[in-house]
């Protein structure tokens, strides 16, 4: 009998400390970084960067649309040897154009991507203080999760935080040349 005893009270306390409530919060770190001032403001800037090299890539999408054109209208009155030299330095001008455009894109895009794995080190900074302040055991994204009461949403906690940070978030200019 005592056997017995002395085993459920070693069951007991090798087992209490998932008795406890865990401390969770969730965040929404999508809206943390979509809403942050100082991403807006680079993004705009970005834009404006952006709208900048179109114009540029515009004007060399029209010089090919030319190109093509006058290649159209000497048809009828060069050979075909003369042609075919005319279409093939087309193509290779619409390959370059396309490699060109594609750069872009891939750049831009890379821009953005650093631009908010900056912001997310910021935001996973300020997770890991709140949670030691907090005495937090889990954070979840709003991602990792399917419902949760709004008590434990630190969104707006965390994005107040953000924006008393002064981020140095900085992009580099697409080089046409």
Do not use: P
């Not at 209208?73 to 594609?102: A, G, P, T």
């Not at 894109?105 to 890379?110: A, G, I, K, L």
Request: aromatic share 8%.
């Amino acid at each position: 009998m005592r056997l017995l005893i002395i085993s459920i009270v070693l069951i007991y306390y090798s087992h209490s400390s998932s008795i406890y409530a865990q401390s969770i919060v969730v965040v929404n770190i999508q809206t943390i970084i979509d809403s942050n001032n100082q991403y807006i403001e680079i993004t705009k800037d970005l834009e404006a960067d952006q709208k900048k090299i179109l114009e540029n890539l515009k004007v060399k999408e029209n010089e090919l649309i030319e190109e093509l054109n006058v290649i159209e209208e000497s048809k009828i009155i060069l050979d075909q040897k003369e042609i075919n030299l005319k279409i093939d330095n087309y193509n290779k001008n619409l390959e370059n154009f396309k490699n060109l455009v594609d750069a872009f894109n891939f750049h831009y895009e890379n821009q953005i991507y650093d631009i908010r794995e900056d912001i997310l080190k910021e935001i996973i900074m300020l997770l890991e203080k709140y949670a030691n302040e907090k005495n937090i055991d889990l954070v979840l994204d709003s991602t990792s999760y399917l419902i949760a009461s709004n008590s434990l949403d630190i969104t707006k906690t965390i994005s107040i935080e953000l924006s008393k940070i002064k981020l140095k978030l900085e992009y580099k200019n697409f080089e046409t040349d």
